[in-house]
C-alpha cells in the first residue's frame, strides 16, 4: 500500500467509518458491505463493527452506546477477549461518538473505494494457494467476482432527488450523457443530434428490408468505435460466420476487397502488415440460427472477461431475432432484446442489434420506414434507446446511396435523415450530407354521411 493509500484511508478514516455505522441508520442499510469487520486493519475497531452489524442484521436497529458496551460484556466473556483488547475497544468506543460527522458526504463517497479494495486485498490472499490448484479454478473466479461486486448494491433504493439534486450534474457527467461513455459513428449529422455518439448502455436497433444492408452498417459501426479506441464484441447468427464477419472488418480496415484478401493479393499482405502495429481489439462470435440464448451469450462474455481480459466497451449483434426463440414469438423477442439491454448495462457496453423489417409494403418508392411500420414484434424495438431504418430504393443502389432515418431515441434528438454513400465491396458507408425530410401528407378521412343529391 503506497503513501497515498496509508493517508487516505489512515486509522482516523476508519474510526469515522466506524461512527458512521453507529450513528448514521442509513449509511449500513446502503453500504453494509463495505464495511465488513475484516476490512479494519485496528482489531478494536472491527470489534465494533461485527457487534453493530450482526445486532443490525438481528433487529434491524443500530445499538445505542449502552447497548454496544452491554453486547461487548458479553462478546468478551464468550470469545475471552483479553484486559488490553477490551480496554482500546471501550476508548474507542468513545472517540467514535465524539467524531465530527459535518463532512459525512465526504466519507460516504470514500469509504465504497475503501471497502472495494480491502475486498479485493482480501480475495487476493485468499486466492493465492487456490490458483496452484488447476481444479480450483472456478472457486477462484468466484471469489474474485464476489469481491468486485463490493459496493455495487450502494443505490439498490435508487436516487432521492433531494439528497441527490446538488450532485446531479456529477452524476450525469459519469452516466451515458458524458463524452467519455460516448462511442462516435463519424456520422457528423449523427454524432451532432446525439451529443458525440451512441452511449454505453444503451441499445441501438438498426433496421431494414432484406439485402439493403444491415450487416454492412454494423461493421461500419464497429469500425468507428475500434477507431475510437473501443473494444468491439460482434455477435453473428445465421447466415455469415466468423470468417464472413472478419472478412469484412479486413476488408473495411485495409482497403482490400474480400477476393484481394482470400487470394492473399500482395496490396493485402502490405496493408495489413502496416495495420498490424495497430491493436484490433475485436472477438466475433457467430452462432446457429435458433440455437443459442441469451443466457449463454452471457456466459461467452464472462469467460471472454475473466479468461482473455477482454472487457467490451460495444456489442454489437446482427440478427438476434435468430436466436432461440418459443411458441410466443412477440414475448420471447421482446425478452431476447430486454436480456440484451441488460447484459449491456452490466457490462457497461454500447449495445448496437440489426432486425429485419418484414412486413413494410413501401406506398411510394422513396418512403421511408419508421416505427409504426415495423415487423411482428413491436415490444422489441420498445426495449431499444434508438431506432434507425435504412432505406434504399433500387436507383440508390446502383448509384450506391443508402438514407439513415433516425426515428426514435430515448435522449437525443430524433426524426431526421441522413443520405450515405455506400461501398458494399469495402463494407463502408459514409455519410454524404443531411437530407431535409417532409413529412408525408395525411390520408384524408373517409367521408360520411348521405350523399346530396344537386337540384
Given at each position: 500500500?503506497?503513501?497515498s493509500?496509508?493517508?487516505?484511508?489512515?486509522?482516523?478514516?476508519q474510526?469515522?467509518?466506524?461512527?458512521?455505522?453507529?450513528?448514521e441508520?442509513?449509511?449500513?442499510?446502503?453500504?453494509?458491505?463495505?464495511?465488513?469487520?475484516?476490512?479494519f486493519?485496528?482489531?478494536?475497531?472491527?470489534?465494533i463493527?461485527?457487534?453493530a452489524?450482526?445486532?443490525?442484521?438481528?433487529?434491524?436497529?443500530?445499538?445505542?452506546?449502552?447497548?454496544?458496551?452491554?453486547t461487548?460484556?458479553?462478546?468478551?466473556?464468550?470469545?475471552?477477549?483479553?484486559?488490553?483488547?477490551?480496554?482500546?475497544?471501550?476508548?474507542?468506543?468513545?472517540?467514535?461518538?465524539k467524531?465530527?460527522?459535518?463532512?459525512?458526504?465526504?466519507?460516504?463517497?470514500?469509504?465504497i473505494r475503501?471497502?472495494?479494495?480491502q475486498?479485493?486485498?482480501?480475495?487476493?490472499l485468499?486466492i493465492?494457494?487456490?490458483?496452484?490448484?488447476?481444479?480450483e479454478?472456478?472457486?477462484?473466479r468466484e471469489i474474485i467476482?464476489?469481491?468486485?461486486?463490493?459496493?455495487?448494491?450502494?443505490r439498490?433504493?435508487?436516487?432521492?432527488?433531494?439528497?441527490?439534486?446538488?450532485?446531479?450534474?456529477?452524476?450525469?457527467?459519469?452516466?451515458?450523457?458524458?463524452?467519455?461513455?460516448?462511442?462516435?459513428?463519424?456520422?457528423?449529422?449523427?454524432?451532432?443530434?446525439?451529443?458525440?455518439?451512441?452511449?454505453?448502455?444503451?441499445v441501438?436497433?438498426?433496421?431494414?428490408l432484406?439485402g439493403?444492408?444491415?450487416?454492412t452498417?454494423?461493421?461500419q459501426?464497429?469500425?468507428?468505435?475500434?477507431?475510437?479506441?473501443h473494444?468491439v464484441?460482434?455477435y453473428?447468427v445465421?447466415?455469415l460466420?466468423?470468417?464472413d464477419v472478419?472478412?469484412r472488418y479486413a476488408?473495411?480496415?485495409?482497403?482490400?476487397?474480400?477476393?484481394?484478401?482470400?487470394?492473399n493479393?500482395?496490396?493485402?499482405q502490405?496493408?495489413?502488415?502496416?495495420r498490424?502495429?495497430?491493436?484490433?481489439?475485436?472477438w466475433?462470435?457467430h452462432y446457429?440460427?435458433?440455437?443459442?440464448?441469451?443466457?449463454?451469450?452471457?456466459?461467452?462474455?464472462?469467460?471472454?472477461?475473466?479468461?482473455?481480459?477482454?472487457?467490451?466497451?460495444v456489442?454489437?449483434?446482427?440478427?438476434?431475432?435468430?436466436?432461440?426463440?418459443?411458441?410466443d414469438?412477440?414475448r420471447?423477442?421482446?425478452?431476447i432484446?430486454?436480456?440484451f439491454?441488460?447484459?449491456c448495462?452490466?457490462y457497461?457496453?454500447l449495445?448496437?442489434a440489426?432486425?429485419?423489417v418484414?412486413?413494410?409494403?413501401?406506398?411510394?418508392?422513396?418512403?421511408?420506414?419508421?416505427?409504426e411500420?415495423?415487423?411482428?414484434?413491436?415490444?422489441?424495438?420498445?426495449?431499444?434507446?434508438?431506432?434507425?431504418?435504412?432505406?434504399?430504393?433500387i436507383?440508390?443502389?446502383?448509384?450506391?446511396?443508402?438514407?439513415?432515418?433516425?426515428?426514435?431515441?430515448?435522449?437525443?434528438?430524433?426524426?431526421?435523415?441522413?443520405?450515405?454513400d455506400?461501398?458494399?465491396?469495402?463494407?463502408r458507408?459514409?455519410?454524404?450530407?443531411?437530407v431535409?425530410?417532409?413529412?408525408p401528407?395525411?390520408?384524408?378521412?373517409?367521408?360520411?354521411g348521405?350523399?346530396?343529391?344537386g337540384?
Amino acid at each position: 500500500m503506497g503513501d497515498s493509500a496509508k493517508y487516505q484511508y489512515d486509522r482516523g478514516f476508519q474510526e469515522r467509518i466506524v461512527a458512521l455505522v453507529l450513528r448514521e441508520p442509513a449509511f449500513v442499510h446502503d453500504y453494509e458491505d463495505v464495511v465488513d469487520p475484516a476490512y479494519f486493519e485496528a482489531e478494536s475497531l472491527g470489534i465494533i463493527s461485527r457487534l453493530a452489524l450482526e445486532f443490525f442484521r438481528k433487529t434491524n436497529e443500530i445499538p445505542n452506546r449502552d447497548t454496544l458496551r452491554e453486547t461487548l460484556k458479553d462478546y468478551c466473556q464468550e470469545y475471552r477477549v483479553g484486559e488490553r483488547v477490551l480496554g482500546e475497544v471501550e476508548t474507542d468506543i468513545d472517540t467514535v461518538y465524539k467524531i465530527d460527522l459535518s463532512n459525512v458526504q465526504a466519507v460516504r463517497d470514500r469509504v465504497i473505494r475503501f471497502g472495494q479494495r480491502q475486498a479485493l486485498r482480501s480475495a487476493v490472499l485468499e486466492i493465492a494457494d487456490l490458483v496452484q490448484k488447476d481444479d480450483e479454478y472456478d472457486r477462484a473466479r468466484e471469489i474474485i467476482g464476489r469481491a468486485l461486486h463490493v459496493g455495487t448494491g450502494a443505490r439498490e433504493l435508487g436516487v432521492h432527488l433531494g439528497t441527490d439534486l446538488l450532485r446531479l450534474p456529477q452524476m450525469a457527467a459519469e452516466s451515458t450523457y458524458a463524452v467519455a461513455n460516448k462511442v462516435p459513428t463519424y456520422w457528423p449529422t449523427f454524432d451532432k443530434y446525439t451529443s458525440g455518439g451512441m452511449g454505453r448502455k444503451e441499445v441501438w436497433i438498426f433496421a431494414a428490408l432484406s439485402g439493403i444492408g444491415k450487416s454492412t452498417c454494423l461493421v461500419q459501426l464497429g469500425v468507428s468505435a475500434l477507431t475510437a479506441g473501443h473494444a468491439v464484441l460482434h455477435y453473428t447468427v445465421g447466415d455469415l460466420d466468423e470468417v464472413d464477419v472478419e472478412l469484412r472488418y479486413a476488408s473495411r480496415m485495409t482497403g482490400c476487397t474480400i477476393p484481394e484478401i482470400i487470394t492473399n493479393d500482395p496490396k493485402f499482405q502490405a496493408r495489413a502488415t502496416a495495420r498490424a502495429k495497430y491493436n484490433t481489439n475485436l472477438w466475433v462470435k457467430h452462432y446457429s440460427s435458433g440455437q443459442a440464448t441469451m443466457g449463454q451469450v452471457r456466459s461467452h462474455i464472462s469467460k471472454l472477461v475473466h479468461v482473455k481480459n477482454f472487457h467490451p466497451g460495444v456489442i454489437i449483434f446482427d440478427y438476434p431475432d435468430e436466436m432461440k426463440i418459443g411458441e410466443d414469438l412477440y414475448r420471447d423477442l421482446g425478452q431476447i432484446y430486454g436480456d440484451f439491454q441488460a447484459i449491456c448495462h452490466d457490462y457497461n457496453s454500447l449495445g448496437i442489434a440489426a432486425s429485419q423489417v418484414d412486413r413494410f409494403a413501401p406506398k411510394r418508392e422513396n418512403e421511408i420506414i419508421r416505427m409504426e411500420h415495423v415487423d411482428h414484434s413491436k415490444l422489441k424495438y420498445a426495449k431499444c434507446d434508438g431506432f434507425v431504418s435504412i432505406n434504399q430504393t433500387i436507383a440508390e443502389r446502383k448509384a450506391g446511396k443508402a438514407r439513415l432515418w433516425v426515428d426514435k431515441t430515448r435522449r437525443w434528438g430524433s426524426h431526421y435523415l441522413i443520405e450515405l454513400d455506400v461501398d458494399y465491396a469495402q463494407s463502408r458507408m459514409t455519410e454524404a450530407r443531411e437530407v431535409q425530410y417532409e413529412e408525408p401528407e395525411p390520408p384524408l378521412p373517409p367521408q360520411s354521411g348521405r350523399k346530396q343529391r344537386g337540384r
